[in-house]
């Protein structure tokens, strides 16, 4: 890949930003290579936890606007080319949709500015940690445009409305500490190292749970909060039922006891109709 490094050790992927000269700004080869790299975690399940790391002064600087005078061409002048780009808006936000439907849980260890795209990307992960330095800013407002990938979409349900509307609106930046204090990071570290260990050993702490009950507990939180108490009650009892392991109850428990590892199966690799034989 040219735009990320991927690794898989003990159960952890960790997908690294690499292109910190450019600020590891998004250009058609980052959604590229993202979308692939995404579609193969999901359906090989060759780890349990993924963490996306970055190299550089900053996380992300946003989508690369040099791509919109080149690559990608915007055209406004017509019901037809205004229709395209809602095709291709469409297929934009798919790629970060994987990270939230990815049947492993997602975790963005944060250093510097985490810029417009940025911030689209790291919503749809499940845990957050960030550097004292790191700022996020919703950049899209500040270039004339809309917050357009998921940003506006999730946010709101991280953290408080009024607070999503001052940053959309603005677009002015929000440090690592009040980030933190309003639910959008879970904690702030000193170093990128620290904040990669700590983003690392966090990993760990899930890689050691059964993948199953990992993959099951991200169905119903995802579920619940976008769906009534009561509908998402029923939807955790047919989960439950579809998952339930005595075995893995029994391995979880006597780990514990005993301080050590548990054993636990891996998720199937999924098997697509079209990847069959006639």
Known sequence: MHCFSLTIDQHIAHLVLNQPDAFNTMHPTFWRELDEVLTRLHKEAPARVLVISSTGKHFSAGMALETFAGAIRMDDQSPEGRAAMFDLLTDMQATFTKLETLRMPVIAAIQGGCIGGAVDMVSACCIRYATEDAFFCIQEINIGMVADVGTLQRLPKLIPLALVKELAYTGRRMGAAKAQACGLVNEVFDTPEALLAGALQCAREIAAKPPVAIWGTKQAIHYARDHAVDDALRQMGWLQ???????????????????????????QALQGFRDLGS
């Open 241 to 267: 039922g579809a998952i339930w392991s005595n075995k893995h109850v029994l391995e979880a428990v006597m780990a514990l006891k005993g301080k050590r590892a548990g054993e636990f199966a891996p998720l």
